[in-house]
């Protein structure tokens, strides 16, 4: 949150919101939230708990890869969002984000880790770009994928990395910033 205000956010998108946790404390916090999440019982559930408590949260339904573009906020959040869908589909979600942050705007990735003995002993598919689908279980058709440091870093090529840095259970948190003068398209300049 201090991050977010020192930037003077006003605006937040909470991308694949899951539960809702960040846009209810975001709310809470002051700043303006729009949330989409691909699951419409999700959707309902944030309405429902953000009714309750008198906050103007604005939640629809809509996956990462297809967000509109004719809007514009000053942060995303997109927190274990991209690591549960096929590469080419992170790609065309974080090719939207950038679009729709405002010049200068903030940008926080939260990515898994790799996969541990657990993961492994589920049975899966392995898709050629290196997605996984459980197949049985309780994360029966769950899409996953692993994205190392360095393809991390690829996918965010349209931003200047501010911090990255990885958890003790591996997963990692990256504040980026989408680059100043870059108002239009995806970012042609290096990652810094």
């Known amino acids: 949150m201090e991050r977010l205000r020192k930037a003077k956010v006003k605006t937040v998108l909470d991308v694949g919101f899951g539960r809702g946790h960040w846009s209810v404390a975001l709310a809470r916090a002051g700043f303006q939230v729009t949330a989409v999440e691909i699951s419409a019982l999700a959707v309902e559930y944030l309405q429902a708990w953000a009714k ?23 942060a995303v959040i997109a927190n274990s969002v991209l690591d549960h869908m096929f590469k080419e589909e992170a790609e065309e979600a974080i090719r939207r984000i950038h679009t729709i942050l405002r ?4 940008l926080l990735l939260g990515m898994d880790g790799p996969p ?19 197949l049985g279980g309780r994360r029966d058709r769950l899409l996953w994928r692993f994205w190392t440091d360095a393809e991390i870093r690829e996918l ?10 990885v958890r003790p259970d591996g997963k990692r948190h990256v504040w980026s910033r989408k680059y100043a003068g870059d108002s239009e398209g995806f970012g042609a300049e290096g990652v810094s």
């Not at 008198?54 to 906020?73: H, K, M």
């Not at 010049?103 to 903030?106: D, I, K, R, T, V």
């Open 116 to 134: 541990d003995e657990e993961d492994e002993k589920y049975p899966h598919l392995v898709f050629p770009d290196g997605t996984w689908q459980f």
């Open 156 to 165: 965010l090529r349209g931003f200047v990395v501010e911090e990255f840095w």
């Open 52 to 74: 309750e408590e008198g906050l103007p949260i604005e939640a629809f339904v809509c996956p990462a890869q297809g967000l509109p573009t004719d809007r514009a906020f000053d």
């Open 103 to 106: 010049p200068g705007g903030l």
